[in-house]
């Protein structure tokens, strides 16, 4: 399995519920690696370019509203088949259709504010990695 990068978010959710260190302790006991990792808030301009594929969805303005409520950790993830593998340790986006022992079951408040993102694809997670890491921040 190709090593791979991903690109990861820790919600407002769960900043504020001081869930930072449990979170990644999930993904490096599944045997990912946090390659970067800073806290901010980001912008609604930022929320909603990121955003941009939902901009039709109704709950759009909700969570963008949600996404700049409180800080946020931006991560890159990396390790063999990071991409689905980062997926499989968040779980659905729904948490009541999220499996046992995933973030998002464990931790994840309702389908809005669930705790993390993860890139869906190596496409996206290429451009959402560049869209807030320049590359010298990232330390494999
Ligand atoms: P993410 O892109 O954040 O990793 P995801 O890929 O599991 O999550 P998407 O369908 O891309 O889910 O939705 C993006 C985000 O929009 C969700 O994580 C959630 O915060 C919010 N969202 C999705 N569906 C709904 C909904 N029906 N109602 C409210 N918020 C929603
Ligand atoms: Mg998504």
Redesign the pocket.
């Known amino acids: 399995m190709p090593t791979e990068r991903t690109f990861s ?1 820790i ?1 407002p959710d769960a900043t504020r519920r001081n869930l930072t260190g449990r979170i990644n302790a999930k993904f490096e006991e599944a045997g990912l690696r946090i390659v970067a990792q800073k806290r901010a808030r980001i912008s609604q301009a930022q929320a909603e370019a990121f ?1 941009g ?2 901009r039709e ?3 759009f303005g ?2 963008v509203s ?2 700049t409520s409180g800080p946020v950790v931006l991560q890159v993830l990396e390790g063999e088949d990071a991409i689905a593998a980062n ?1 499989r340790i ?1 779980g ?3 948490p009541k259709k999220a499996d046992a022992g995933t973030i998002r079951a464990e931790f994840a408040e ?5 705790s ?5 694809s190596a496409e996206n997670a290429a451009t959402e990695i560049a869209f807030f890491f320049r590359p010298e921040e990232i330390v494999g």
């Open positions: 978010i919600k955003y594929v939902h969805r109704p709950f909700g969570l949600f996404m997926r968040m659905a986006t729904d309702d389908i809005e504010a669930n993390v993102h993860g890139s869906d």
